[in-house]
């Protein structure tokens, strides 16, 4: 059983084009959520349906870049893992299908994609399956459904992005130093 859609990556669509974007879609697609700050993802399971990690609102502004767009948002628990309509997961944003890491990790089958996804809902009931922005997202889930591990590009770049700019900061440090040092040194021998 091959899946569809590999190493696809489709253009961006507005919530106006749903049957668009469902013309395309094959079961075990990831789906890629244009969130503003961030991108939520969920796996296509079929039948108008995404698998996806749901964020309830809670008036807490941490959560505020990190919930669903569910509209059973309040049913859900903070980072469980649900089966949901497409168009409730949609809302206003933008989404498309992303699987481009098809050609970095293999792709499984569409029934082991859907299984995994099955599994993991059911394990997230009792809260064994803890959410973490870091090491435990919506794209940790969509990825590891899809390949049989879980990654999360985005936060990968943000980590990258972290250490350009620590690498660039103690370097400007150890320059000042080592400049400050030059500096002393020729000062003392003109006196």
């Not at 809302?91 to 995994?116: C, F, G, Q, Y």
Request: with cysteine; net charge negative; glycine share 6%.
């Amino acid at each position: 059983m091959k899946i569809g859609n590999e190493e696809y990556t489709s253009r961006w669509y507005r919530e106006y084009e749903y049957e668009r974007l469902l013309y395309e879609l094959q079961t075990g697609d990831l789906i890629e959520f244009e969130r503003g700050f961030y991108k939520h993802w969920a796996v296509y399971a079929g039948n108008k349906k995404v698998y996806h990690r749901a964020y309830p609102e809670d008036g807490n502004s941490f959560c505020m870049f990190i919930q669903s767009h569910s509209a059973l948002k309040d049913v859900y628990r903070y980072g469980e893992i649900v089966l949901e309509d497409l168009q409730s997961v949609w809302a206003d944003s933008e989404a498309r299908i992303n699987n481009s890491m098809d050609s970095k990790h293999k792709p499984s089958d569409w029934k082991t994609v859907l299984e995994r996804a099955e599994n993991k809902m059911n394990e997230s009931q009792p809260r064994k399956d803890t959410y973490n922005v870091i090491f435990n997202n919506c794209e940790h889930f969509a990825s590891y459904c899809r390949y049989g591990i879980g990654f999360s590009k985005q936060v990968d770049d943000i980590k990258q992005n972290v250490l350009i700019v620590g690498v660039t900061v103690l370097t400007g440090l150890v320059l000042g130093k080592a400049l400050s040092v030059i500096t002393d040194h020729t000062d003392r021998r003109s006196q």
